[in-house]
Antibody
Framework: DVQFMESGGGLVQPGGSLRLSCGGS????????MSWVRQAAGKGLEWVAT????????YYVDSVKGRFTISRDNGKRSLYLQMNSLRVEDTAVYYC??????WGQGTLVTVSS | QAGLTQPPSVSTDLGQTATLTCIGN????????AVWLQQVQGHPPKLVFF???NRPSGISERLSASRSGNTASLTIAGLQAEDEGDYYC???????????FGGGTKLTVL
């Protein structure tokens, strides 16, 4: 079965940092582009970042450019999101996903003083 | 960044057929096709179709998807209570170099 397992969420103060991780199994990890998508409480889905299957291309939503970095380690079948200079408006559940494979369960990031 | 257009809500009787629409443009739905996601209250999104009409394993055959130009559609036949939830469409936008999402359609089974 296809599985994604996110970790690394938590409570952080504004201006702080967090690193999210996502492990993928049940599919050919290194063949698929991967993304992070977030969802604030009671809101819709918002794309955050995407990385090519070999890591050669990376794309970000304007609101996180310069603050977030997406990366992957295909040998470890893992996807990462380094989040710096966090803002209150970054508070959301963060999901890792692959557009033609599936989505994870999500990890909650709360930015609050 | 600009999103896709979905009706906020659709209500249909139990056992009937519901069709949800998603309107994009030539840079997203019309170019790359659409992805459909189902989200039941309190649960993460679940992929139900990718590249317009490719159904992942385990997704009911009561669900079907199609696209005409810049409009994608998701049809659910023989509606059951378990089909209630929010349905999102998404597509890669070649102009924005990013994924765009619709605002979601809340499907209510009467």
């Amino acid at each position: 079965d296809v599985q994604f397992m996110e970790s690394g969420g938590g409570l952080v103060q504004p201006g702080g940092s967090l690193r999210l991780s996502c492990g993928g199994s049940g599919f050919t990890f290194d063949s698929h582009w991967m993304s992070w998508v977030r969802q604030a409480a009671g809101k819709g889905l918002e794309w955050v970042a995407t990385i090519a299957n070999d890591g050669s291309e990376k794309y970000y939503v304007d609101s996180v450019k310069g603050r977030f970095t997406i990366s992957r380690d295909n040998g470890k079948r893992s996807l990462y999101l380094q989040m710096n200079s966090l803002r209150v408006e970054d508070t959301a559940v963060y999901y890792c996903s692959s557009s033609n494979v599936g989505w994870g369960q999500g990890t909650l990031v709360t930015v609050s003083s | 960044q600009a999103g896709l257009t979905q009706p906020p809500s659709v209500s249909t009787d139990l056992g009937q057929t519901a069709t949800l629409t998603c309107i994009g443009n030539n840079n997203n739905v019309g170019h790359q096709g659409a992805v459909w996601l189902q989200q039941v209250q309190g649960h993460p999104p679940k992929l139900v179709f990718f590249r317009d009409n490719n159904r992942p394993s385990g997704i009911s055959e009561r669900l079907s998807a199609s696209r005409s130009g810049n409009t994608a559609s998701l049809t659910i036949a023989g509606l059951q209570a378990e089909d209630e939830g929010d349905y999102y469409c998404s597509a890669w936008d070649t102009n924005l170099s990013g994924w765009v999402f619709g605002g979601g359609t809340k499907l209510t089974v009467l």
